[in-house]
Protein backbone atom coordinates (compact mmCIF):
# COMPACT_ATOMS: atom_id res chain seq x y z
CA UNK A 1 0.00 0.00 0.00
CA UNK A 2 1.62 3.24 -0.72
CA UNK A 3 2.77 5.66 1.93
CA UNK A 4 0.70 8.85 3.07
CA UNK A 5 1.50 12.24 4.54
CA UNK A 6 -0.56 14.09 6.91
CA UNK A 7 -0.08 17.54 9.09
CA UNK A 8 0.64 16.07 12.43
CA UNK A 9 -1.93 18.88 14.18
CA UNK A 10 -4.10 21.22 13.13
CA UNK A 11 -6.95 23.87 14.20
CA UNK A 12 -10.38 24.35 13.55
CA UNK A 13 -13.06 26.82 15.07
CA UNK A 14 -15.79 25.23 15.77
CA UNK A 15 -18.76 25.84 13.05
CA UNK A 16 -16.40 26.64 10.66
CA UNK A 17 -15.45 24.19 7.62
CA UNK A 18 -12.45 21.77 8.65
CA UNK A 19 -10.29 21.05 5.46
CA UNK A 20 -7.39 18.01 5.99
CA UNK A 21 -5.11 17.61 3.39
CA UNK A 22 -3.30 14.20 2.92
CA UNK A 23 -0.38 13.34 0.16
CA UNK A 24 -0.42 10.47 -1.08
CA UNK A 25 1.95 10.93 -4.53
CA UNK A 26 2.80 7.13 -4.87
CA UNK A 27 -0.38 5.74 -5.00
CA UNK A 28 -1.21 3.57 -8.01
CA UNK A 29 -4.13 3.34 -10.04
CA UNK A 30 -6.22 0.37 -8.04
CA UNK A 31 -5.37 1.96 -4.60
CA UNK A 32 -8.40 3.74 -2.94
CA UNK A 33 -8.20 6.71 -0.68
CA UNK A 34 -9.80 5.87 3.18
CA UNK A 35 -9.96 8.17 6.21
CA UNK A 36 -10.93 7.19 9.30
CA UNK A 37 -11.27 9.31 12.89
CA UNK A 38 -9.79 8.19 16.20
CA UNK A 39 -11.63 9.93 19.12
CA UNK A 40 -9.46 9.71 21.92
CA UNK A 41 -9.14 6.17 23.00
CA UNK A 42 -11.67 4.49 21.02
CA UNK A 43 -11.63 2.42 18.12
CA UNK A 44 -11.14 4.31 15.00
CA UNK A 45 -14.39 5.10 12.92
CA UNK A 46 -14.67 5.06 9.35
CA UNK A 47 -15.17 7.89 7.55
CA UNK A 48 -15.39 8.09 4.12
CA UNK A 49 -13.70 6.15 0.68
CA UNK A 50 -12.70 6.79 -2.65
CA UNK A 51 -10.97 5.98 -5.89
CA UNK A 52 -11.19 9.13 -8.02
CA UNK A 53 -13.89 10.78 -7.92
CA UNK A 54 -15.21 13.12 -5.19
CA UNK A 55 -17.12 11.41 -2.44
CA UNK A 56 -19.26 12.86 0.11
CA UNK A 57 -21.55 11.80 3.06
CA UNK A 58 -23.53 12.51 5.73
CA UNK A 59 -20.42 13.05 7.83
CA UNK A 60 -17.65 14.55 5.10
CA UNK A 61 -16.78 15.31 1.60
CA UNK A 62 -13.57 13.96 -0.02
CA UNK A 63 -11.71 15.72 -2.87
CA UNK A 64 -9.57 13.87 -4.49
CA UNK A 65 -6.83 16.09 -7.01
CA UNK A 66 -7.27 15.33 -10.46
CA UNK A 67 -3.53 13.17 -10.49
CA UNK A 68 -4.82 11.42 -7.55
CA UNK A 69 -1.55 12.48 -5.85
CA UNK A 70 -3.66 13.91 -3.05
CA UNK A 71 -6.64 14.89 -1.00
CA UNK A 72 -8.57 16.60 1.10
CA UNK A 73 -11.36 15.48 4.00
CA UNK A 74 -13.59 18.28 4.81
CA UNK A 75 -16.14 18.40 7.80
CA UNK A 76 -18.12 21.31 6.56
CA UNK A 77 -19.31 22.30 9.95
CA UNK A 78 -16.70 21.56 13.14
CA UNK A 79 -18.36 20.26 15.71
CA UNK A 80 -16.29 19.91 19.60
CA UNK A 81 -17.40 16.45 19.14
CA UNK A 82 -15.01 16.40 15.98
CA UNK A 83 -11.98 16.51 17.70
CA UNK A 84 -9.80 13.40 16.68
CA UNK A 85 -7.20 12.10 15.12
CA UNK A 86 -7.66 11.83 11.41
CA UNK A 87 -5.83 8.80 9.45
CA UNK A 88 -5.67 9.21 5.45
CA UNK A 89 -4.90 5.24 4.38
CA UNK A 90 -4.26 3.83 1.18
CA UNK A 91 -5.45 0.55 -0.07
CA UNK A 92 -5.56 -1.66 -2.87
CA UNK A 93 -8.34 -3.84 -3.27
CA UNK A 94 -6.86 -7.19 -1.97
CA UNK A 95 -10.19 -9.68 -2.59
CA UNK A 96 -11.33 -9.30 1.00
CA UNK A 97 -7.80 -9.45 2.51
CA UNK A 98 -7.66 -7.13 5.16
CA UNK A 99 -4.54 -5.85 6.59
CA UNK A 100 -4.67 -1.66 7.03
CA UNK A 101 -1.80 0.70 7.31
CA UNK A 102 -2.10 3.20 9.72
CA UNK A 103 0.14 6.27 9.71
CA UNK A 104 0.34 8.74 12.17
CA UNK A 105 -2.36 11.21 11.42
CA UNK A 106 -3.62 14.77 11.91
CA UNK A 107 -4.74 15.70 15.16
CA UNK A 108 -7.54 17.62 15.05
CA UNK A 109 -8.08 20.28 17.53
CA UNK A 110 -12.07 22.05 17.16
CA UNK A 111 -11.60 24.86 19.26
CA UNK A 112 -15.09 26.73 21.18
CA UNK B 1 -27.36 -3.92 13.44
CA UNK B 2 -25.18 -3.90 16.46
CA UNK B 3 -21.35 -3.00 16.17
CA UNK B 4 -18.09 -4.64 17.06
CA UNK B 5 -18.05 -5.84 20.92
CA UNK B 6 -14.85 -6.39 22.47
CA UNK B 7 -14.37 -7.64 25.72
CA UNK B 8 -13.04 -7.34 28.49
CA UNK B 9 -13.15 -3.58 27.76
CA UNK B 10 -10.31 -2.93 30.72
CA UNK B 11 -7.44 -5.29 32.26
CA UNK B 12 -4.50 -5.47 34.10
CA UNK B 13 -1.71 -8.09 34.30
CA UNK B 14 1.65 -8.87 35.45
CA UNK B 15 4.56 -9.54 33.55
CA UNK B 16 4.52 -13.45 32.54
CA UNK B 17 1.13 -14.05 32.69
CA UNK B 18 -1.08 -14.72 29.63
CA UNK B 19 -4.08 -13.04 28.67
CA UNK B 20 -7.48 -13.70 26.38
CA UNK B 21 -9.25 -11.54 24.39
CA UNK B 22 -13.03 -11.41 23.11
CA UNK B 23 -14.15 -9.70 19.54
CA UNK B 24 -17.71 -10.23 18.09
CA UNK B 25 -18.54 -8.99 15.35
CA UNK B 26 -20.80 -7.21 13.23
CA UNK B 27 -23.42 -9.99 12.56
CA UNK B 28 -22.70 -11.35 9.10
CA UNK B 29 -19.06 -10.13 9.01
CA UNK B 30 -16.72 -13.02 8.33
CA UNK B 31 -13.62 -11.16 9.06
CA UNK B 32 -12.11 -10.28 11.77
CA UNK B 33 -8.53 -8.72 12.27
CA UNK B 34 -6.89 -7.18 15.29
CA UNK B 35 -4.44 -4.14 15.78
CA UNK B 36 -2.23 -3.03 18.39
CA UNK B 37 -2.08 0.64 19.25
CA UNK B 38 0.85 2.10 21.21
CA UNK B 39 1.97 5.31 21.89
CA UNK B 40 5.54 4.86 20.73
CA UNK B 41 3.87 2.68 17.58
CA UNK B 42 0.27 3.77 16.79
CA UNK B 43 -1.87 1.19 15.14
CA UNK B 44 -0.22 -1.73 14.42
CA UNK B 45 -1.67 -5.06 12.03
CA UNK B 46 -1.50 -8.13 14.10
CA UNK B 47 -3.58 -11.02 12.05
CA UNK B 48 -6.38 -11.55 10.02
CA UNK B 49 -9.01 -14.20 10.59
CA UNK B 50 -11.30 -15.51 7.88
CA UNK B 51 -13.54 -18.34 8.31
CA UNK B 52 -12.05 -19.44 11.23
CA UNK B 53 -7.78 -19.45 9.28
CA UNK B 54 -5.43 -16.65 9.67
CA UNK B 55 -4.99 -15.48 6.40
CA UNK B 56 -2.79 -12.97 7.02
CA UNK B 57 -0.26 -11.71 9.92
CA UNK B 58 2.15 -8.92 11.04
CA UNK B 59 5.24 -8.58 12.28
CA UNK B 60 4.69 -9.75 16.02
CA UNK B 61 6.70 -12.63 18.20
CA UNK B 62 4.90 -16.25 18.19
CA UNK B 63 3.85 -14.94 21.79
CA UNK B 64 0.83 -13.06 19.95
CA UNK B 65 -1.68 -15.64 18.57
CA UNK B 66 -5.45 -15.93 18.03
CA UNK B 67 -8.38 -18.00 16.84
CA UNK B 68 -11.43 -17.61 15.15
CA UNK B 69 -14.70 -19.66 15.78
CA UNK B 70 -17.53 -20.94 13.48
CA UNK B 71 -19.82 -17.82 14.42
CA UNK B 72 -16.94 -15.49 13.53
CA UNK B 73 -16.16 -14.46 16.88
CA UNK B 74 -12.25 -14.35 17.14
CA UNK B 75 -10.10 -14.46 20.31
CA UNK B 76 -6.63 -13.18 20.68
CA UNK B 77 -4.38 -14.48 23.52
CA UNK B 78 -1.04 -12.87 24.46
CA UNK B 79 1.04 -15.41 26.38
CA UNK B 80 3.84 -14.69 28.64
CA UNK B 81 3.42 -10.72 29.08
CA UNK B 82 5.70 -8.37 28.65
CA UNK B 83 5.71 -4.63 30.24
CA UNK B 84 5.65 -3.31 26.35
CA UNK B 85 2.47 -5.72 25.35
CA UNK B 86 1.01 -2.57 27.40
CA UNK B 87 -2.00 -1.24 24.70
CA UNK B 88 -4.78 -0.47 23.46
CA UNK B 89 -5.73 -4.04 21.08
CA UNK B 90 -8.67 -3.16 18.51
CA UNK B 91 -10.78 -5.61 16.66
CA UNK B 92 -12.08 -4.79 13.15
CA UNK B 93 -14.46 -6.53 11.31
CA UNK B 94 -15.70 -6.81 7.74
CA UNK B 95 -17.31 -8.83 5.37
CA UNK B 96 -14.01 -10.27 4.06
CA UNK B 97 -15.63 -11.91 1.23
CA UNK B 98 -13.80 -10.01 -1.75
CA UNK B 99 -13.23 -6.66 -3.12
CA UNK B 100 -12.52 -3.55 -1.06
CA UNK B 101 -14.28 -3.68 2.27
CA UNK B 102 -14.51 -1.26 5.05
CA UNK B 103 -13.83 -2.44 7.92
CA UNK B 104 -15.38 -1.51 11.29
CA UNK B 105 -13.35 -1.09 14.86
CA UNK B 106 -14.75 -2.37 18.06
CA UNK B 107 -13.95 -0.07 20.79
CA UNK B 108 -10.50 -1.98 22.33
CA UNK B 109 -9.54 -3.68 25.11
CA UNK B 110 -6.91 -1.37 26.88
CA UNK B 111 -4.18 -4.00 28.58
CA UNK B 112 -2.02 -2.84 31.24
CA UNK B 113 1.16 -4.86 31.99
CA UNK B 114 2.61 -4.30 35.67
Known amino acids: DAKTTQPPSMDCAEGRAANLPCNHS???????VYWYRQIHSQGPQYIIHGLKNNETNEMASLIITEDRKSSTLILPHATLRDTAVYYCIVRVDSGGYQKVTFGTGTKLQVIP | KAGVTQTPRYLIKTRGQQVTLSCSPI?????VSWYQQTPGQGLQFLFEYFSETQRNKGNFPGRFSGRQFSNSRSEMNVSTLELGDSALYLC?????????????FGPGTRLTVL
Open chain 2, 92 to 104: ASSSGTGGLDTQY
Open chain 1, 26 to 32: TISGNEY
Open chain 2, 27 to 31: SGHRS
